[in-house]
């Protein structure tokens, strides 16, 4: 039995059928017929965001927390161009998202017609694949593709382009097929040759270690590898350093967590690393952030590198067992394969390493006091969505994650802005679950406007803003390396409290530490959104920090003595 | 500069559909990952529906061998390979 259908009903169609649940979009003049199709389909709840840019974050967010492929909608031209920051996120991050934009009737397209862009052309390096549908004939076999493509081995995101006559376009409508991708190979090899061999070689440098170290990233969370990874670390007494996208996939706290490493890593976490004999990296690619000057990165480790992307093994530094496959099988099968060991003298040899921190704040309005507070507020049961900049880096360093996968930011492209809408995809993958957006003036002020989407939509995201009148990271930066020059740095910001009572959210400002308790616990316990301003420090910096392309051995510990000066 | 390739360049062919958008995007891996290419050469393979694209790398081993990585993970491509100087063809490793 078949039916005639358009292309904009087979396309929501072809949603439903992948188990899409929520859509989040923006509606314009090429993407009309299938925001005319969507009322049919009650199934597909649509989220309307302010900014296109918003739509793809929030996607991402939805993504990240829900293991499941988060779906975005804009129309042609500057809908369109309006999703590739948030594409070039979720790419950098490996969050498989599925972009469909409208674009202009076939007829039209190549004839620089009123909102016509080339989008495949400018997706092309931040999607894993994109496709523009010539026929409705082909329109649920490439929904159904670029489902199963965002997810299989490394997700990412795809795009799909639907010219609007290609969604007035009827035909009759089957069930869809999954598309024999022609000669193509999947992404994911099944167990390749060398895998026995690896993990045999991996087990025997494990044994011979005197100073190992385990380094986790995303990829754990991705591949759910938690209780592997923690019995490989239980097992064998190896401490675990968790990068930034690794951060809650061990839990903080646990004796052999070591905390994060690279650019803005603890002193002791990083020293661990220059010291360390073998180290065996988890789903992490060791980015430039993490390593330093790879020259002198880890000068005595022999490194173990798993991986499901093959083409990440040996990329950014050299290998000498190097393993593809799944983080979860990988681990669980090294698992087997080492024998139990403790590693007293090594972990007592990292103590020695740890500094205490003595930075001082107005009002006592740490970074640390912040964070306990909602940590407290929350009972340690909540989501932390960061943006990019000092906050994020105080988070990922003071946050006590316990629960796997609650911590989510921009971590290879660095999106400011990202924080706000991905929690708003957060909340809709966890709606029983508190989720809090914790931004700089800076990046709140980027995608602030999904205040409004949170109100319309009735999605009860608690917003921190951390108010120090800079664009912090960048004025460190000038502090440091700039001789002091605070060019363009200043930002003014509104009255986030007169604002928030425009959205008609509760709004709180905190501006010492005995204030937190009650304005934190108050907004967490809103029913609806709320937000919280704490006015930080001004010139507080992130401690310690690796100068971009410096030595992971050299750490600024301390504000330079000189500064202003050479 | 004519004739025989410096001794660390390699030659790599790549078989892949012969879509535009495909092509497109194997140019674009060239492009966007920096690899120093010396010539680059775009032919039907024989095979419907299939291309050949051949270019000389002037980079050692390792280098061939991660760019051969980058494109056997494209999607579309069906067969890298590595052709190192006078010696005959070999398969990327999967």
């Known amino acids: 039995m078949s039916e005639m259908l358009s292309g904009a009903e087979i396309l929501c169609r072809a949603l439903v059928d992948a188990g899409v649940e929520v859509v989040f979009g923006y509606p314009g003049g090429a993407i009309m017929p299938f925001y005319h199709a969507l009322p049919d389909h009650p199934q597909l709840r649509h989220i309307l965001v302010r900014h296109e840019q918003a739509a793809a974050h929030a996607a991402d967010g939805y993504a990240r927390a829900s293991g499941r492929v988060g779906v975005c909608v804009a129309t042609s031209g500057p809908g369109a161009t309006n999703l590739v920051t948030g594409l070039a996120a979720a790419h950098m991050d490996n969050s498989p998202v599925v972009a469909i934009t409208g674009q202009v009737s076939r007829p039209m397209i190549g004839r620089d017609a009123f909102q016509e862009t080339d989008i495949i052309g400018i997706t092309l390096p931040i999607t894993k694949q994109n496709y523009q549908v010539q026929d409705v004939s082909e329109l649920a076999e490439v929904v159904a593709e670029a489902m199963a493509v965002a997810l299989d081995g490394r997700p990412g995101p795809v795009l799909i382009d639907v010219p609007k006559d290609v969604q007035n376009q009827k035909i009759a409508y089957g069930a869809p097929r999954a598309r024999a991708r022609g000669q193509s190979r999947p992404l994911t090899p099944g167990a390749s040759p060398g895998l026995e061999d690896g993990v045999r070689k991996a087990a025997r440098l494990i044994a011979g270690a005197e100073r190992p170290l385990i380094m986790v990233g995303h990829g754990v969370i991705l591949a759910q590898a938690y209780n592997d990874v923690r019995a490989l670390a239980e097992k064998t007494g190896i401490p675990v350093i968790t990068t930034l996208l690794g951060i809650s996939a061990f839990p903080d706290g646990h004796p052999l967590h070591l905390g994060m490493p690279g650019m803005h890593g603890e002193v002791h976490v990083n020293r661990a690393i220059q010291h360390a004999d073998v180290i065996i990296g988890i789903g992490l690619r060791f980015d430039d952030r993490v390593t330093g000057n790879t020259a002198s990165f880890a000068p005595q480790a022999r490194i173990i590198h798993i991986d499901l992307d093959r083409a990440e093994i040996g990329k950014n530094v050299p290998v000498a067992v190097g393993i593809v496959g799944d983080a979860r099988d990988i681990t669980r099968r090294l698992v087997a394969a080492v024998e139990p060991r403790r590693c007293e003298r090594w972990l007592e040899h990292i103590r020695g390493f740890v500094r205490t921190r003595a930075e001082s704040y107005r009002g006592n309005l740490s970074p640390e006091a912040i964070l306990a507070s909602i940590y407290e507020a929350s009972h340690g049961d909540c989501t932390i969505v960061t943006d990019v900049g000092q906050h994020q880096m105080w988070v990922a360093k003071l946050y006590p994650y316990q629960r796997p996968n609650t911590h989510i930011t921009s971590g290879g492209l660095g999106a400011m802005g990202f924080a706000v809408p991905a929690a708003l995809g957060v909340h809709l993958a966890r709606p029983n679950g508190t989720v809090w957006a914790i931004s700089g003036d800076g990046g709140f002020q980027m995608n602030m406007a999904e205040m409004a989407t949170m109100v319309q939509e009735g999605l009860p995201v608690k917003m921190a803003v951390f108010n120090n009148g800079y664009l912090g990271m960048v004025r460190q930066w000038q502090q440091f390396f700039h001789e002091k020059r605070y060019s363009c740095t200043p930002i003014w910001s509104p009255d986030y409290l007169k604002l928030a009572e425009a959205y008609g959210i509760p709004g709180y400002r905190v501006k010492e530490a005995g204030e937190l308790a009650e304005a934190v616990g108050r907004a967490n316990a809103e029913p609806g959104p709320a937000l919280v301003e704490f006015m930080i420090e001004q010139e507080a910096n992130v401690f310690p920090m690796i100068p971009p392309g410096g030595s992971l051995s050299e750490p600024i510990e301390a504000e330079p003595a000189a500064a202003g000066g050479a | ?94």
């Open chain 2, 1 to 94: 500069m004519t004739g025989v390739p410096p001794a660390s360049a390699h030659t790599v062919a790549v078989l892949l559909d012969d879509a535009l958008v495909t092509l497109n995007r194997a140019f674009g891996v060239l492009r966007r990952r920096n690899v120093p290419i010396e010539g680059l050469a775009l032919h039907p393979s024989g095979t419907a529906g299939e291309a050949r694209l051949t270019f000389v790398l002037k980079a050692d081993a390792v280098t061939t061998d991660r760019v051969a990585q980058q494109f056997q993970k494209m999607i579309g491509v069906r067969r890298v390979m590595v052709l190192a100087n006078e010696d005959s063809p070999t398969e990327a490793k999967r």
